[in-house]
């Protein structure tokens, strides 16, 4: 079984940054497509970005293209997720998820989750 746990979560203001991040176990990181999701209270989890294996073909969700960045670090075990000029639209609790090979904006296709991490933006 592979483990995620997402760090870095935190309350910020309105344009200001924070960098998530999920530490994973198992020897088979490198070979897993990646990908953070949110799901604010009563809303529907929704994809935010995904990375392949590689570290290149990135992929966002519309809502956060241009002011998010996913990256990872194979030789750590750890995917990134960098968050710039943060809205209150931002607020939601973020999940790190580990798939196949291929990336997905699907939920089902993520074998495993983290435990989450809350980010809250004010105005």
């Known amino acids: 079984q592979v483990q995620l746990v997402e760090s870095g979560g935190g309350l910020v203001q309105a344009g200001g940054s924070l960098r998530l991040s999920c530490a994973a176990s198992g020897r088979a990181f490198s070979t897993y497509a990646m990908g953070w999701f949110r799901q604010a209270a009563g809303k529907e989890r929704e994809f935010v970005a995904a990375i392949r294996w590689s570290g290149g073909s990135t992929y966002y969700a519309d809502s956060v293209k241009g002011r998010f960045t996913i990256s990872r670090d194979n030789a750590k075990n750890t995917v990134y997720l960098q968050m710039n000029s943060l809205k209150p639209e931002d607020t939601a609790v973020y999940y790190c998820?580990?798939?196949?090979?291929?990336?997905?904006?699907?939920?089902?296709?993520?074998?495993?989750w983290g435990q989450g991490t809350q980010v809250t933006v004010s105005s």
């Open positions: 998820a580990a798939g196949p090979t291929f990336p997905s904006v699907v939920t089902g296709a993520y074998r495993y």
